[in-house]
């Protein structure tokens, strides 16, 4: 007698290579996913200017805005509303004679991120709130350190000056801090700091330990107004091809007691993440989708290349499959209506 699958399907087919009954329905295609996206896996990231009533679209970055205090806490509110758990404040000083060398404004108590973390943590105490730590958005030369005479980074000056931030933006009150400035040695300054402070145990490090230098931050840039005057970041961000840099900076780190890791870019960088979640599995990973690559998923969208939110889900799937279970990502307000 012939079985009627071999009848059907013709002899020689192996029982084992028929996938498709495995995913042929909606909800068996979503099983496959060993992680699912999920409301509170978003971070979004707002610009906050010293200009309390701005309210600035930020044209090479499709619907994001640069906030005023005053505005931006209403916004937020909506956002919860719909599920939103998390953001990290980047601070854009806007005012004139607000930049110098050292990047004082950056945690002036009148400053844009001490000022936003107050306001949002009153209106909203179960916010969590994260601020980017580093100088790019604060100093006259738009460097993320402080710099010797030749340009070159003083690491020395600016590990102490990144960890002081760090530390007033704790007491100011936000969870969790998150230098991107990839200068030697910062996470280990900011933990002293944060103990010395007595605030270590109740404030998370986020390091961004595998940040690579590149082509795709333009447009936070643009919206930060923090482009370097001369030269660029190649001297304290990684090379691209970098993968063993990159898997030293991890480690390193991690001895340096962080809490948490960044990936970033991340479409372009999922070797690094998957390896990230490797050699940081006792760690969150959270991959960044920064600017550059938002910018271009809209406007591949625009022109009708990819639909944008089937794009957006497959880009975070990947963020997913590589290991990611945090994202930092402009999408934020989408996926929050998108996975109601
Ligand atoms: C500041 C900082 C940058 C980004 C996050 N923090 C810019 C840079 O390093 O030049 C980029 C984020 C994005 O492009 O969305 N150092
Ligand atoms: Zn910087």
């Known amino acids: 007698m012939v079985h009627q699958a071999e009848y059907l399907t013709g002899r020689g087919t192996e029982i084992s290579s028929i996938l498709a009954g495995g995913y042929a329905h909606p909800l068996t295609r979503e099983w496959q996913n060993e992680r699912q996206l999920t409301k509170n896996m978003f971070i979004y990231p707002l610009f906050i200017s010293d200009s309390p009533d701005e309210e600035f679209l930020i044209e090479t970055l499709p619907g994001q805005k640069r906030w005023g205090v005053n505005k931006v806490v209403p916004y937020v509110g909506e956002l919860i509303k719909k599920g939103l758990r998390s953001v990290i404040l980047f601070g854009v000083p806007l005012k004139n004679g607000s930049k110098d060398p050292e990047g004082t404004s950056a945690d002036d108590p009148e400053g844009p991120v001490i000022q936003a973390t107050k306001a949002l943590k009153a209106a909203f105490p179960d916010l969590y709130i994260m601020a980017d730590v580093c100088l790019c958005e604060y100093t006259s030369h738009g460097h993320c350190g402080v710099l010797f005479e030749d340009g070159t980074i003083n690491r020395v000056e600016s590990v102490k000056r990144i960890a ?177």
């Open 164 to 340: 002081a931030v760090a530390v007033n933006y704790a007491k100011a009150g936000v969870d969790c801090v998150a230098p991107s400035d990839m200068i030697d040695g910062r996470i280990r300054e900011i933990k002293l700091g944060l103990i010395e402070a007595n605030l270590a145990h109740k404030t998370f490090v986020m390091s961004y330990s595998a940040k690579f230098s590149g082509n795709l931050y333009g447009p936070f840039r643009d919206a930060a107004c923090s482009s370097p005057g001369q030269g660029d970041r190649r001297r304290y961000q990684l090379p691209t091809g970098g993968s063993g840099l990159a898997r030293r900076a991890l480690r390193r780190d991690i001895e340096e007691g962080t809490d948490g890791i960044i990936c970033k870019p991340s479409t372009f960088y999922l070797d690094v993440m998957a390896q990230a979640a490797e050699i940081g599995k006792d760690y969150p990973i959270c991959a960044y989708h920064v600017s550059g690559e938002y910018a271009m998923l809209h406007a591949a969208a625009e022109k009708g290349i990819v639909d944008l939110k089937t794009i957006a889900f497959e880009a975070n799937n990947g963020f997913l499959r590589a290991g990611a279970r945090l994202i930092i990502s402009y999408f934020t307000p989408d996926f929050l209506e998108w996975l109601d």
